[in-house]
């Protein structure tokens, strides 16, 4: 047997009790199990994680990448597992979140010929939109919507093609999910990763269970982001900014990314990211300033907290006023100088490696972090997988760019961080999923919260120390 057949099995042999618990997951139907899914998900993490080890082990054979087509029969059966996890999960109810059912309302509303940003969903004005299936799940009747206008475009392009229901949703979720991967090979093809290493991506339970599992909207959100990446590295600077312009409309922050992928005195990505927001946002100017009155409270709601919890108790035994609502503040203020500061120090080399640093800090200073706000993570994880010689950097040549990434004249020189700090992430897409314990008995188990962090504090910490 050869080496590469007997990875392939291997393989397949880690994704098939993998595909089982889907089915199993799936046969739930609507009746939330939250601590049972926590169990099946442990499991398969584990797997995962076994699978992530053989393909690094397998790829680290061969440091340099080798053709696309010496790699095509590994990534197309990681693929094939990927979207069968997915049909699986797409037609599976959503009981972990309730977010799919505001999603395919806004679309109904604006379907109506309303703005969704008009009325909030208990409003008399919106009554005779009221069904049996989508009206009683609905969270935050009383307020309007809070999703920008890139999502409401997206919700009523899929209302008007797919019809009002949640599995229209959560379709176009399967399909965006299709896109995102194949963006993501690309990337890696061209940053000179082995285009094995996708699996981070595709076999994430993580991905599999809060996209096509819940509807997220994160999973529409990808695809533009893993474009703007892309088309970064490729110095396609019009495109890097209509790209993560529409990310933006979606999910706000990733315009904390927008300093790390500017080159200063290049005016094509600002100007293309201020025109497709301006374009995208004409259609709700009237009414939609009102999703900002939302975020004072926003600021305040507080679940699955670390270290804002840790500085509000603080704050609060030191006697300041609303603490939380200060360490919130404080910790945007800190990430917004952080991306300001990239444009200061321009490094073309460390986008990727800038934007996971402030994905990550958002994420740990977040006093209301939810298991699928770590999606965007997911892709950075991906491109950034370290290297055996601990992943400092790569060089390859291919064709030009004014990123300082792939020019016939340059040898280009992607900075990686500590695998130490990679795994510490990694591991956390899986911990987060322990936060759900909290909707067993709505009470927090301390024991459960030291597990979520322990790994990736305590790894971040070991960077940390072997640094100084």
């Avoid at 991506?201 to 819940?214: D, Q, T």
Wanted: hydrophobic share 50%.
């Amino acid at each position: 047997m050869t080496p590469s057949r007997r990875y392939n099995l291997c393989l397949g042999a880690l994704a098939l009790p993998q595909l089982a618990l889907y089915l199993w997951v799936r046969a739930w139907g609507w009746e939330p199990r939250d601590e049972l899914f926590m169990a099946v998900f442990g499991v398969q993490f584990a797997l995962y994680l076994a699978s992530l080890a053989l393909v690094h082990r397998h790829t680290a054979l061969s440091p340099q990448p080798s053709a696309l087509s010496s790699q095509l029969h590994s990534l197309i059966f990681i693929l094939f597992c990927a979207l069968a996890f997915r049909l699986v999960m797409v037609g599976a109810p959503p009981t972990l979140s309730d977010d799919v059912f505001r999603y395919v309302w806004d679309g109904r509303v604006q379907a109506a010929g309303l703005s969704p940003y008009a009325y909030p969903p208990g409003a008399p004005e919106l009554a005779a939109l009221r069904d049996a299936d989508i009206w009683p799940s609905i969270n935050r009747k009383a307020s309007v919507t809070i999703y920008p206008p890139g999502a409401q475009l997206l919700f009523r392009l899929i209302h008007g093609v797919g019809g009002d229901s949640v599995w229209s949703v959560k379709s176009a979720m399967f399909l965006a999910e299709g896109l995102t991967m194949t963006l993501l090979t690309l990337l890696l093809r061209d940053l000179g990763q082995p285009v094995e290493r996708l699996i981070l991506y595709a076999w994430s339970p993580l991905v599999v269970y809060e996209v096509v599992g819940s509807g997220h909207l994160e999973g529409l959100m990808l695809p533009c982001l893993v474009l703007a990446l892309l088309a970064a590295r490729r110095g396609w600077e019009a495109a890097v900014g209509a790209a993560l312009a529409l990310a933006t409309l979606m999910k706000l922050f990733p315009i904390l990314l927008l300093p790390a992928l500017w080159r200063r005195w290049r005016w094509r990505l600002p100007l293309a990211f201020a025109g497709a927001s301006v374009l995208l946002s004409l259609p709700y100017l009237k009414d939609g300033l009102k999703i900002a009155t939302y975020y004072p409270d926003y600021l305040r709601e507080q679940f699955n907290m670390s270290l804002a919890a840790l500085l509000g108790e603080t704050l609060r035994l030191l006697g300041a006023p609303d603490p939380y609502r200060l360490v919130q503040l404080a910790l945007l203020a800190g990430v917004a100088a952080l991306a300001l500061s990239h444009l200061a120090r321009p490094a073309p080399d460390r986008f990727l490696q800038r934007g996971l640093t402030m994905i990550g800090l958002l994420t740990a200073g977040s006093q209301f972090l939810q298991p699928w706000y770590l999606l965007w993570l997911l892709p950075f994880l991906t491109a950034l997988w370290p290297t055996a010689d601990e992943g400092r950097r790569t060089e390859d040549g291919g064709h030009n760019t004014e990123y300082g990434i792939r020019n016939t004249n340059y040898a280009s020189r992607i900075l990686y961080p500590p695998s130490s700090v990679w795994l510490a992430w990694l591991l956390f897409s899986g911990t987060i999923v322990l936060s759900y314990h909290f909707y067993v008995n709505n009470q927090w188990n301390i024991s459960l919260v030291v597990v979520e962090y322990t790994p990736l504090y305590s790894l971040l910490l070991w960077s940390w120390l072997r640094r100084v």
